[in-house]
């Protein structure tokens, strides 16, 4: 039996936040490098342009899994969000890739850098703003579940310490007097970037494979089934898949053959009520089965979520 899960409340408004502070920090970080002609800080900029296009994605994949199941959607729409998280990776691969060729360039014909004061003053309120949004992002995405809100909050945050780093870059030429230095954390930050992107694109593919839920989530859910069991009730073939905020199950109820339909289907009744008490986001799918009956047992083999046996199989009792 299908149950609907819960609904969240609109996010759209997180991905204005992240909209507003891409423009404001794209202004600064732009000036920022006019003013100083430092490679640090057009990659800083660069990256920004990226937030800017990332958190587009975001708004349009919040409203994309928003949508209800339809008639070509049966389970909804929620994996859209796994989509704007690859599509994060990609971009930040993007900037890595300017980034880095810019820094090339600038390490075989190193340049002064100019007002560096101003400049980075300028880039540190652009971090400022940065850092407070990504804070906000990232504790929405882990309050709703949202894989898109956490890939651009963990963006924002990555943006961070790419301006940290360029800060450090910048403040060592101007102390040192070494034009090399600036290239060099720019370079680094280069490749800091690379395996953000990296992570969020490994992310996105391990939900559009459907993969399972994290390990804590199924032994809780296994925990939940073996308090329900009863010398007459049992489980087995527990499966389980995350598609963005929502978590789906599936598990077969093995009941004495000689009940009646509506016996068996208040005892799943109840026992989905028990699972939306404890995982308000997940989508219960129950199979009944006669425990009297061998084929009930031989489902899934291995890849089914382990519950420990409390009944002997029928093919075992002497």
């Excluded at 810019?102 to 014909?109: G, K, V």
């Excluded at 940290?164 to 070494?178: D, Q, R, S």
């Excluded at 409390?310 to 093919?315: A, M």
């Amino acid at each position: 039996m299908d149950s609907p899960a819960t609904s969240r409340p609109n996010l759209e408004k997180f991905a204005w936040l992240s909209i507003a502070a891409a423009v404001a920090t794209i202004a600064l970080k732009t000036g920022a490098w006019y003013i100083t002609d430092s490679v640090g800080l057009l990659a800083d900029a660069a990256e920004s342009i990226v937030n800017l296009v990332a958190a587009i994605a975001v708004l349009i994949a919040l409203r994309v899994a928003a949508r209800a199941a339809d008639d070509n959607h049966h389970y909804g729409h929620s994996k859209a969000e796994y989509f704007s998280a690859a599509i994060e990776g990609g971009m930040i691969f993007v900037a890595a890739t300017f980034i880095i060729w810019q820094s090339i360039a600038r390490l075989l014909d190193p340049q002064p850098i100019s007002q560096a004061g101003i400049g980075l003053t300028i880039s540190v309120v652009a971090s400022v703003i940065n850092g407070a949004v990504a804070f906000v992002l990232l504790r929405a995405g882990r309050e709703h579940r949202s894989i898109t809100l956490r890939a651009d909050g963990q963006h924002l945050l990555t943006d961070v310490w790419t301006s940290v780093g360029v800060l450090v870059g910048v403040l060592l030429v101007v102390v040192t007097g070494i034009e090399q230095l600036d290239p060099i954390v720019a370079l680094l930050v280069g490749a800091n970037i690379i395996w953000t992107g990296w992570k969020l694109l490994d992310e996105s593919g391990r939900g559009l494979m459907d993969e399972a839920l994290d390990p804590e989530v199924n032994a809780a859910l296994a925990a939940v089934l073996e308090s329900q069991r009863t010398a007459e009730i049992d489980f087995h073939g527990l499966r389980t898949r995350g598609a963005g905020h929502l978590s789906f199950a599936e598990v077969h109820v093995l009941v004495p053959g000689a009940w009646s339909v509506r016996r068996a289907h208040d005892v799943v009744e109840d026992l989905e009520q028990v699972l939306h008490r404890d995982f308000p986001d997940l989508e219960v799918t129950t199979h009944i089965e006669p425990r009297e009956d061998p084929r009930a047992y031989h489902d899934f083999g291995d890849y089914e979520i382990p519950i420990a046996p409390l009944h002997p199989h029928p093919e075992e009792t002497p």
